[in-house]
């Protein structure tokens, strides 16, 4: 089922997420939801508290970049309980991002090119590694969504005050999407 996405400017956003219990018997049907949602908003990443729950959950697929970035063919994974532990500060590159919280948006966004993570698999296997490149800025990306942060959060100065005016027009309403989404009201 396609779950309608949060947008900024609802609660849920900014909470930080509880660790999912891995034995509750909805939580199948909830990640094909989750699939199922970005698969129809053509996204490559979402984030649990994006559908409204409060969760350690995220799936990304990376296979629609393909042709970008041929090594992500194929990547479709599901992340439980992820989170960050270390960043390597050595290497940081600016990329514009954007989200499906933040319709109509992007900014450019600078990040550590390598993060070391630890999170649960599909067959909630530990996983304790060094993730760098694409995939560890769509880590970071998703997992601030676990963290209570948006993307818009990491930038800074007069960038930051150029948005007040586009964040407004979210808060109100004011955009177009080509897919399901719950306001804040």
């Known amino acids: 089922m396609v779950l309608p996405i949060y947008t900024f400017g ?9 660790e999912i219990d891995i034995t509750d018997p909805e939580l199948p049907q909830f990640v094909q939801d989750m699939w199922d949602t970005l698969a129809r908003s053509g996204g490559i990443g979402l984030a649990a508290p994006q559908v409204g729950r ?23 994974h599901v992340f439980y309980n992820p989170f960050i532990e270390e960043y390597d500060k050595t ?7 954007g989200c499906l919280s933040l319709p109509g948006m992007s900014e450019s966004v ?3 090119t390598r993060i070391r993570v630890t999170y649960l698999d599909d067959e909630f296997q530990e ?35 150029l948005l007040k005016g586009k964040l407004n027009d979210l808060l109100k309403g004011r955009f177009t999407c080509d897919y ?4 804040k009201r």
């Open 127 to 161: 996983h304790d590694e060094w993730v760098d490149g694409y995939l560890a800025r769509v880590m970071q990306h998703e997992f601030d969504h676990l963290d209570g942060k948006v993307y818009t959060d990491r930038i800074q100065g007069l960038r930051k005050q």
């Open 110 to 112: 600078k990040r550590p």
């Open 54 to 76: 409060s969760v350690r959950v995220v799936v990304i697929d990376l296979d629609p970049i393909k042709d970008d970035y041929p090594q992500y063919a194929g990547y479709r």
């Open 180 to 183: 399901k989404v719950k306001l």
């Open 10 to 18: 609802q609660p849920v956003l900014r909470q930080v997420a509880e």
């Open 91 to 97: 290497n940081q590159e600016s990329m514009d991002e």
